[in-house]
């Protein structure tokens, strides 16, 4: 297995390719993630950014390529080694995707449901996570008494609760104002501290990827067109890769 510094990668795409009939989305894409890193992930609307997440999270099937989350090639496991795997990942989807009839605290409790835990410690874990991301006053209010930067922070904390050694956000500061987004980028940050997860952060927003980046991928033509920090790209003399920092 091929390793930086010996350390080997949490995640780990080899070659994917993904076609929708004459559409040819994801071309051998690949990429390697390390423990600890924010690794960005940018390119155009309709490059397939999202496609490549659901191939990563077992949504979507893909036509050829290797993926390996923590050692393990996710097409050889059964369905409930797979369960498994994904309660070490979390996921901040697009827009939050709260449940919108459960209160805050329903809603955080309900990825804990499958995972055997008494009352006691369910309470315990809601509570705790609540505090980490600064809303635990919120606990019994429902979705629509929430701002969108809060129902972000409700989702952000959702996505924690089971501690998982990867997140993935999707787009996480997109339809927020400049200022409630620097807070969920400052709590991105926190949270990467705090609990020394993985994150993979898929984002159009450039302001986002230059203050939360350690590394960059550019998804360009359905390959890892190029990687490297925001600063090295941002000097970069190759017009597709400048043409991301107009
Ligand atoms: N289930 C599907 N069936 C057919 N085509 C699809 C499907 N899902 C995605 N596509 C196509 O794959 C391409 C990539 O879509 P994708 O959603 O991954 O883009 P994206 O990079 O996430 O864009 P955005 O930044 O706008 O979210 C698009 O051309 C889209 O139409
Ligand atoms: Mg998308």
């Not at 071309?27 to 155009?44: R, T």
């Not at 996710?74 to 369960?83: D, P």
């Not at 835990?117 to 309470?123: E, G, T």
Request: proline letters at 3%.
């Amino acid at each position: 297995m091929k390793t930086k510094n010996n350390i080997a990668p949490v995640l780990k795409i080899e070659a994917l390719t993904k076609s929708f009939e004459n559409n040819h989305v994801l071309k051998g894409f690949s990429m390697e993630m390390y423990q600890g890193e924010n690794l960005v992930i940018m390119g155009k609307s309709g490059s397939g950014k999202s496609v490549m997440i659901k191939c990563l999270v077992g949504l979507i099937q893909p036509d050829s390529g290797i993926i390996e989350i923590m050692g393990k090639q996710i097409s050889t496991l059964s369905n409930q080694e797979l369960n498994h795997l994904r309660t070490e990942i979390g996921f901040l989807f697009q827009g939050s995707a709260l449940y919108d009839s459960m209160t805050v605290r329903e809603n955080l409790e309900f990825p804990l449901r499958k995972h055997k835990r008494n009352q006691k410690d369910i309470q315990f874990l809601v509570e705790e996570t609540l505090d980490s991301v600064g809303l635990l006053n919120a606990i019994n209010l429902m979705p629509e008494e929430l701002s969108g930067g809060m129902k972000r922070r409700v989702a952000l904390a959702r996505a924690l609760i089971l501690k998982p050694k990867i997140i993935i956000y999707d787009e996480p500061t997109t339809g927020l104002d400049p200022i409630t987004a620097k807070e969920i980028i400052q709590l991105m940050r926190e949270i990467q501290q705090h609990y020394k997860t993985s994150s993979l952060i898929i984002t159009h927003d450039i302001d986002c990827a230059r203050v939360i980046s350690n590394r960059m991928i550019l998804l360009i033509d359905g390959m890892n067109y190029a990687e490297g920090t925001f600063q090295e790209l941002l000097n970069s003399k190759d017009k597709k890769i400048q043409a991301f920092f107009k």
